[in-house]
């Protein structure tokens, strides 16, 4: 739950392919077949403390044009999705 008493959107977690920590629907995010934002299988659960360096920047795009502008983690972790996209902006 949130400090406002809401269940969590989504929640970190790792994918089957690299070492991001990608951001997959709450409700069941280690079901079979289960798939993070940017479309990479779920594999396990992340802690949101790391999601500032190793987060990955398209599951951040998505959330927050779901309008879910922060992630917790079990350890009440929390992550600005709209700061972290400022910081890692890719250069144009």
């Known amino acids: 739950m949130h400090s406002d008493g809401a269940p969590p959107l989504l929640t970190p ?10 951001l997959a629907g709450a409700r069941s995010p280690h079901s079979p077949g289960a798939t993070t934002l940017c479309h990479e299988m779920a594999a396990g659960p ?11 920047f398209r599951c951040a795009q998505e959330a927050v044009a779901l309008g879910v502008l922060s992630v917790h983690d079990l350890h009440n972790a929390t992550v600005n999705l709209p700061r972290f996209l400022a910081a890692h902006r890719p250069a144009v």
């Open 46 to 56: 992340a802690s949101a403390q790391h999601f500032h360096r190793l987060g990955c």
């Open 13 to 22: 977690v790792t994918s089957t392919q690299g070492t991001a920590i990608h």
